[in-house]
C-alpha cells in the first residue's frame, strides 16, 4: 500500500526582510521580518508527498523534474526528523496506526515559476514539503507549530504556512523554541492589497540568499544598527499601518526596508548586488506614479534578486499596473494577459 498526500503552499514577498541569522544551525534570525502572502492562483508549489512498505532506499525528492541531493542537505533532514518524531508521537497514542514514521518517503514538488529567481521559491517549497509530510501523517500541530519545522529548511518558509500577513517572531531563546510564524491579519481584512511581480530576469540570481547573509552579518558595519533598532521600530510601525489599513505608511516602510536590506547588502564584504538597472528603472516608475499621484499608490520591495513585487490597492490598478504593462522587457515563459513580463495577483 502506498500513503499519500499531495498540498499546495504559496509563495510570500516580506515587506520586512529577513536577511542575517543569530544561529546558523538552528536557522534562527538575526531579527523579525513581516510578510504578505501571495494568492496560489499566481505562484506556488505543488507537492506529493508518499510512503511506502515496499519502497527501498533511502527518501528521495524529485524538484521540477530532477532529483534532488537531500542525503547531504542537513536543511531538508532537518524537517524529515522532525516530522518523523511527531509521527512517533501518533503512533505512540494510537498503536493500531501505520508506522508511517519508519516507511522511506518520496516526495514530489513543482513550482509554476523559474526557481531561485529571487522569486522565494524556497519558501513555498519548504513550507509545502513540511505540510505535505504533515498532511500524510496526520500530525494535530497547527500551522504555527510546522513554522517551527519549515523554518529549519529556509527561513523565509516559515511564514509560507499562513495566508495574509504574517510576522517571523525572531524569538529570544537559544533553542528556536519561540521563533515561529504568526498571522498578524488574514488577507479579508484588507482585500483590496495587490501585489504585481516584475519578473526582471528568471535567470539563477547570483550570491543565494544564504552566503549573501552571513557575509553580511560578518562583515557590515551597518547592519548591527539594522537588527537592534532600525528592524524593531519598522515591524512596529508596518504591524500598526496594517491593522489601520493605512497604505501610504505600509508603502512607505515597505520600501525604507526594502532600500535597508539592499542597502547592508551593498555594505558587506565583498560587496553583494542583486538590484539592476531595470531593477532602479522599476523603483523610478514607482516615484513617478507617487509623485503624479500626490500621494504613495505604489510600493516597491526586492529580495535577494533583480525582480521587483510592486504592492497596490485594487482602486489604483490603472495607475500602477497600468504603467508598468506596456515598458517592461518580456521574459521567456511569463507572457500573461498583458503579453509582458507581469504577474498580477489576486490576493
Ligand atoms: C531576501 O529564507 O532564503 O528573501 O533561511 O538561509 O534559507 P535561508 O534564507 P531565505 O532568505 C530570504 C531572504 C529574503 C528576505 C525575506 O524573505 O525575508
Known amino acids: 500500500k502506498v500513503h499519500r498526500a499531495t498540498t499546495t503552499a504559496p509563495v510570500n514577498i516580506a515587506v520586512i ?21 501571495l494568492s496560489q492562483k499566481s505562484l506556488r508549489t505543488l507537492t506529493t508527498a508518499t510512503c511506502s512498505e515496499s519502497y527501498t532506499g533511502p527518501d528521495s525528492l524529485i524538484l521540477n523534474g530532477e ?7 542537513k536543511r531538508t533532514q532537518a524537517c524529515l526528523r522532525n516530522l518523523r518524531q511527531l509521527r512517533e508521537e501518533v503512533e505512540a497514542k494510537d498503536g493500531s496506526a501505520p508506522k508511517l514514521s519508519k516507511m522511506p518517503l518520496r516526495l514530489v514538488s513543482a513550482n509554476n515559476f523559474p526557481t ?9 517549497g519548504f513550507a509545502a514539503l513540511v505540510r505535505a509530510i504533515a498532511n500524510l501523517y496526520e500530525l494535530p500541530q497547527t500551522p504555527q507549530q510546522l513554522s517551527l519545522i519549515a523554518r529549519q529548511g529556509s527561513g523565509s518558509a516559515c511564514r509560507s504556512l499562513m495566508g495574509g500577513y504574517v510576522a517571523w517572531r525572531s524569538g529570544t531563546k537559544e533553542d528556536g523554541s519561540d521563533s515561529l510564524a504568526e498571522e498578524v491579519a488574514p488577507v479579508a481584512h484588507w482585500p483590496e492589497m495587490r501585489a504585481l511581480i516584475l519578473v526582471v530576469s528568471a535567470d539563477k540570481k547570483g550570491v543565494p540568499s544564504t552566503a549573501g547573509m552571513q557575509t553580511t552579518v560578518a562583515t557590515s558595519s551597518l547592519a548591527p544598527a539594522r537588527f537592534k533598532d532600525i528592524v524593531p521600530a519598522r515591524m512596529a510601525e508596518i504591524e500598526k499601518a496594517i491593522q489601520d489599513k493605512d497604505f ?3 508603502a512607505r516602510v515597505t520600501m525604507q526596508d526594502s532600500n535597508s536590506f539592499h542597502a547592508i547588502c551593498l555594505d558587506s564584504w565583498p560587496p553583494i548586488q542583486y538590484l539592476t538597472d531595470v531593477s532602479r528603472a522599476a523603483m523610478n516608475a514607482v516615484e513617478t506614479i507617487n509623485r503624479k499621484a500626490g500621494k504613495l499608490i505604489a510600493a516597491y520591495t526586492f529580495d535577494a534578486g533583480p525582480n521587483a513585487v510592486i504592492y497596490y490597492l485594487e482602486p489604483d490598478s490603472r495607475a500602477v499596473a497600468g504603467v508598468f504593462k506596456n515598458h517592461l522587457p518580456r521574459v521567456e515563459g511569463w507572457d500573461n494577459e498583458f503579453g509582458a513580463a507581469i504577474r498580477s495577483n489576486e490576493m
Open 17 to 37: 526582510k529577513y536577511w542575517g541569522k543569530r544561529d546558523t544551525n538552528l536557522n534562527l534570525p538575526a531579527n523579525s521580518s513581516l510578510s504578505v502572502t
Open 67 to 73: 532529483e534532488e541531493e537531500i542525503q547531504s542537505s
Open 116 to 124: 531561485a529567481a529571487g522569486l522565494a521559491s524556497s519558501a513555498a
Open 248 to 250: 501610504e505608511t505600509f
